[in-house]
């Protein structure tokens, strides 16, 4: 059973950073004030331990996790940290929707050509395809960002 947990783990850890990813910026704007390791605790950890705990036994589930946690944790405050510079210093990167636009080589703004040149981009650079390089880690931060840009102007 401890394998099936830790694939449980593995796949709620996914899902969390998904989640992450598509919310950095306004993530940054409420934790900006702690650390890598306590934003772990309490984004991650603390989601993902009171979701699974009505149905893993408490001993498995913390066995599990700190087992997992230890492989991921560092990797984790790797991308933590790429984005949080990221918000600290925005103006490393262009915020015009025509910028937006022309990274993702965009004729016209509609979400079905946004979402498919986004995924175009994710396949290329993220570093479980293309290495865990830091330049990839560097232009997922900045895939992402015009994502999200774009994703507020189709939403507003």
Known sequence: MKGFYIKVLEFMYEKRFNQFQSLFYDLFKNYDHIDEDSFISEWFDRFI???L???VPPSELHRSYREYSAKRRSLLKTYI???WQFCKNPKK???SIKD???YFDLNDLNISELKS???EKVKAF???RAGRKEENHREMVKIN???QLLRSVLND
Do not use: E, L, S, V
């Open 49 to 51: 331990i009171k979701k």
């Open 53 to 55: 705990i009505p149905y």
């Open 100 to 102: 937006a636009m022309r």
């Open 145 to 147: 960002y015009y994502y």
């Open 93 to 95: 990167y262009p915020a």
């Open 81 to 83: 940290r790429t984005y």
């Open 117 to 119: 040149k986004y995924r």
């Open 126 to 128: 993220h570093p479980d």
